[in-house]
């Protein structure tokens, strides 16, 4: 938990009372849970206009786990079922979900690494389909492709019928031919991004320059849609509509990317596993080296 916003630092680990389940609840005994960049700018009091940290406070935004107990109208779960979902306070032994955001883990993915996928596949999936209309027939590029958000928004789009671009860095162009996109372009290359089409529309997990220099690259009636917020020159291409995305839980997009890593159609890399005790660790890490994969966190 922290006291206060800072760096990773302010983190200690300390007991807390245990969290009560409401009627629609499930009680979950937590397996692991994943660090986000939501997390971070939340500890960093980044966010806190928004959502703001009530101190002493716990951090984290999705989990896996085993349930422990069901609140009394919930009919779906019981007792020993293990499930993912996107949550609040999950950097926890034990944390309340509703249960109507929660989905089993399918039997054969590991209720460990099930912990890396619900904030990430859910917003990468709503980005593609809610914010960037991914449909058949469609050109879609997709920013920081690589990325865990950015490689679940490819496999949205593409299972949606749209051909895709994956956006990425010259480094990453060769590991980018694994995430089944149609084509790969380096976004720090000029000359690739000069040769980029006309675009239907762009998802956009980056920001920044990358995001004004593919905002121009949009057709007149296009859509750019971002997690990150309309790019510094929006106001210049009036005609191209910004959809801001955030994730909001939904199970179905959990059963359909835990079936289809299962299946061997989708991965998400993960950088490393550290005990739920040293999250300082575990935020300094990703502050210091950027590793490209998520971060996990074990009670």
Known sequence: MIDKYGGPEVFRFADAPDPAPGPGDLLVRV???????????????????????????????????????????????????????????????????????????????????????????????????????????????????????????????????????????KSQVGAAQGLGADQVVALDDPKAVADLPELDAVADTVNGATAQLMLGKVKAGGIFASVLGPPANAGKYPKVKIIPVVADPDPSILELFGEAIVNRKFAVPIAARFPLAEAQKAHQMIATEHPMGKVLLLP
């Open 31 to 169: 397996a692991a849970t994943s660090v986000n960049p939501f997390d971070i700018k939340q500890r960093t009091g980044e966010y806190k206009s928004f959502a703001p940290v009530n101190f002493p406070g716990i951090l984290g935004g999705d989990f896996s786990g085993t349930v422990v107990k069901c609140g009394a109208a919930v009919k779906k779960f019981r007792p020993g079922d293990q499930v993912f979902a996107i949550a609040r306070h999950t950097y926890a032994e034990l944390c309340v979900v509703s249960a109507s955001n929660a989905a089993k883990i399918p039997p054969h993915l590991d209720p460990v690494d099930a912990a890396a996928l619900p904030v990430v596949v859910t917003t990468g999936y709503q980005l593609a389909v809610k914010g960037a209309d991914a449909n058949s027939g469609k050109l879609i590029l997709i920013t920081g492709a690589a990325g865990s958000v950015g490689r679940s928004a490819v496999f949205a789009a593409k299972s949606r019928g749209a051909r895709v671009i994956a956006g990425v860095r």
